[in-house]
Every structure is written in C-alpha cells, then in structure tokens.
C-alpha cells in the first residue's frame, strides 16, 4: 500500500481546509492511505513512512510559516533517506502577489535538496495548489487534484522500485549471471 503524508500549518483555518482537500484527492487513489497531520504533530518518522510528502503552509513575506520551516530544517537529520519519494505543495495567502508561488517554491526546494520527485503541472498552477484567504470551490478542486496527482505519483514510484527490487533478484538479472572467462 503506498502512504501519502500531508503535513500543513494553519492558523486561521484556510489551509487547513486545504490539507483536507488534498487527503481527499489522494484518498481517491486505490491502494492509497492518507496521513493528515498538523506540523505540530508531524515526526521526522512520519515523513520516513511515506511514499509521497505534500506541505501546506500559509503564505508569510512570500514565505513558509515558521513552524513548517522549522520542521524542515529539523529534516537535515534524515537528509538522503527521502530521496525518490514524491513531493507536493499547496499555500493559502491573504491576496493575490503576495507571494504565493515563492512559498511554494521555497518547500519545493527543499524537497529537491531532499532528492524528492516534484511533478509540476503544465496549464496552470504549476508549482502546487493556491487559495486566496478561505479556499473557494475551484480551490478545493485544485487541492483535490493535487492530492491525487501526487498520490498516483507516489504509486507509480514505488510500484517502480518494488519491481527494480524483484528483478535484482531474477536469475536473469545481470548481476546474478555467472560470468564466463574469455
């Protein structure tokens, strides 16, 4: 079964909703379990167990909140150990250019410097999910959407590793070949 950790901070309740919006996307997955943690409750174990990690933060001076920035460089622990798992972003703001996307972009990094798969998306938001104070309707489904794009990645991931594992231990793999002395 493949995990899908979504990890938010919130303080007004805007991203909150979002998170749950995202859960829901992914949950639509089959074979997906969905955690959904507050970063107050958020373990460096938790983002260890997942096959694919989605972060909401609302958006402060175009940033993450603190909390989820703490938590990050709290990561520096287990750097390496989140390489090839699948990564997202969402963020709530108070307006429009308030800096949004370099909130994103900032976990975004992070998850590249983390070795993470990031898949953005080619017609519109192109680096996560975004909601301008409480999330409408087509926010919610932009979250959704998220969650679930993010879930099949994960899926796809790690049904690719699984089969890399399988293959390595055929007797026709390569490296189990006898070779022969010329």
Do not use: W
Request: with cysteine.
């Amino acid at each position: 079964m493949t995990q899908v950790l979504v990890v938010y901070d919130s303080r007004t309740g805007n991203t909150e909703k979002m998170a749950i919006a995202v859960a829901e996307g992914a949950k639509q997955v089959p074979g997906v379990k969905v955690v959904l943690k507050n970063v107050d409750k958020a373990s460096l174990e938790d983002l260890l167990g997942a096959d694919g990690i989605i972060i909401g933060t609302p958006t402060y001076y175009g940033d993450m909140s603190g909390k989820l920035k703490d938590f990050i460089d709290k990561s520096t622990k287990i750097h390496g150990k989140l390489k090839g798992k699948a990564g997202g972003a969402f963020t709530s703001s108070g307006d429009t250019a308030c800096g949004a996307e370099t909130a994103l972009l900032s976990i975004l990094h992070s998850m590249l410097i983390h070795g993470m798969i990031v898949q953005g998306r080619f017609d519109n938001k192109h680096y996560g999910a975004t909601a301008v104070e409480a999330p409408n309707e087509k926010e919610i489904e932009s979250c959704k959407e998220l969650g679930k794009r993010i879930a099949n990645l994960a899926t796809k991931i790690k049904s690719g590793q699984e089969r890399m594992r399988s293959a390595k231990k055929s007797p026709l793999h390569p490296s189990r070949r006898s070779r022969k002395s010329s």
